[in-house]
């Protein structure tokens, strides 16, 4: 798969039955549909479900940040802010082919998922960690 931010192929990370899509060059992560659901659920995160589906089926944030194509169906990706401070904007395929993390995204949202959810954080750290060792997300 080609990266949809620099165009250049993406290594395929294997993590429990998961397989991510990663740019080496930008840093950003590939999640196809339901992987990102098994991820945090391999980590005993599975409330998160309902927090990640209203993210899914909220509205479409207005940004000046560039539009991203799919790089499975190469049509344009609709934004969706997961909340302000630092905001996070990631982009979802209109076809549910999946979701597209700029570099250091994913921690940031495993950080806010885990703030709502203390008795989480250990599953929470496991998670950064091994993000962090992949993925070598900023602090
Ligand atoms: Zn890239
Ligand atoms: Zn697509």
Same mark, same amino acid.
Request: with cysteine.
């Given at each position: 798969?080609?990266?949809?931010?620099?165009?250049?192929?993406?290594l395929?990370?294997?993590?429990?039955?998961? #397989?991510?899509?990663? &740019?080496?060059?930008?840093?950003?992560?590939?999640?196809?549909?339901?992987?990102?659901?098994?991820?945090?659920?391999?980590?005993?995160? #599975?409330e998160?479900?309902?927090?990640?589906d209203g993210?899914?089926?909220s509205?479409?944030?207005?940004?000046?940040?560039?539009?991203r194509? &799919?790089?499975?169906?190469d049509?344009?990706?609709k934004?969706?802010?997961?909340?302000?401070?630092?905001?996070?904007? !990631?982009?979802m &395929?209109?076809?549910?082919?999946?979701?597209?993390?700029?570099?250091?995204e994913?921690?940031?949202?495993?950080?806010?998922?885990?703030?709502?959810?203390?008795?989480?954080?250990?599953?929470?750290?496991?998670v !950064?960690?091994?993000?962090?060792?992949?993925?070598?997300?900023?602090?």
């Amino acid at each position: 798969m080609i990266c949809p931010v620099c165009k250049y192929d993406m290594l395929v990370v294997e993590y429990h039955d998961i #397989e991510l899509d990663y &740019c080496n060059s930008c840093k950003g992560v590939w999640f196809d549909t339901g992987e990102l659901e098994l991820l945090l659920k391999s980590h005993g995160l #599975e409330e998160t479900k309902i927090f990640l589906d209203g993210i899914l089926n909220s509205q479409e944030t207005t940004s000046s940040e560039k539009k991203r194509n &799919c790089p499975v169906c190469d049509q344009k990706m609709k934004k969706k802010s997961l909340g302000a401070q630092p905001e996070i904007l !990631i982009d979802m &395929c209109r076809d549910k082919h999946g979701l597209w993390f700029d570099g250091g995204e994913v921690a940031q949202l495993i950080r806010r998922l885990a703030e709502e959810h203390p008795s989480k954080r250990d599953s929470k750290e496991q998670v !950064i960690s091994f993000l962090e060792e992949v993925f070598e997300a900023p602090d």
